[in-house]
């Protein structure tokens, strides 16, 4: 039973106690009434029910390109697939940060997809990891294979990267937002090259 049934459950019980110790033949209907708006309310909650990663990115508005490059790398069903994933998703200043960095347009980044999907997936998790899961030091495995390590020293920082917002629910898993794009090892030393 959801908190919000529960709670929808408790005022009905609450209210058909106080109906019943006033002795107003009125009760009924006012346990009626309640119970139907209860019941509207839980339904347009749960019709409310967070989406999958890639919906909620795409509702954000602060991940446009990261949107256009798990489009571009062919990410969007594995995203929106059961999980659950724990992803860390640079915002949009992140993005033109990392291409102006590298000397690269958006444009190059999303017609190269062997880099850009190894890329997008050095930046996701198996499994839903919260920020109260993080310990200074850990490290873990990414789905592109190389690992990253968290560093809680000064914030929380993902590989030297700040997450600038965590624990943002989506039904298949986690986002957390970071200030910059991570580059896995092999891909930076092909960059420089």
Do not use: W
């Not at 019943?20 to 309640?34: F, H, K, L, R, Y």
Request: overall charge negative; hydrophobic content about 50%; charged content about 15%.
């Amino acid at each position: 039973m959801s908190l919000t049934t529960r709670k929808a459950a408790a005022l009905v019980m609450a209210l058909s106690l106080g109906a019943a110790a006033c002795g107003s033949d009125d009760s009924e209907a006012v346990v009626e009434n309640t119970v139907e708006q209860s019941t509207d309310t839980t339904e347009a909650m749960e019709e409310a029910e967070v989406g999958t990663i890639v919906d909620v990115a795409v509702a954000n508005g602060s991940f446009t390109t990261l949107v256009a490059a798990v489009q571009a790398a062919g990410l969007v069903d594995t995203l929106n697939s059961d999980g659950p994933f724990t992803v860390f998703a640079p915002t949009d200043d992140a993005f033109a940060a990392a291409l102006d960095a590298l000397g690269l347009t958006a444009e190059e980044l999303l017609a190269d997809t062997e880099t850009l999907t190894a890329i997008l997936t050095y930046h996701v998790v198996a499994g839903e990891v919260l920020s109260t899961d993080l310990t200074d030091g850990m490290t873990a495995a990414t789905v592109q294979g190389e690992e990253i390590t968290v560093d809680l020293s000064a914030g929380v920082m993902i590989n030297g990267v700040n997450v600038v917002t965590a624990d943002v629910p989506a039904s298949n898993g986690v986002i957390h937002a970071v200030d910059g794009v991570l580059l896995p090892p092999t891909v930076a030393a092909a960059l420089e090259h």
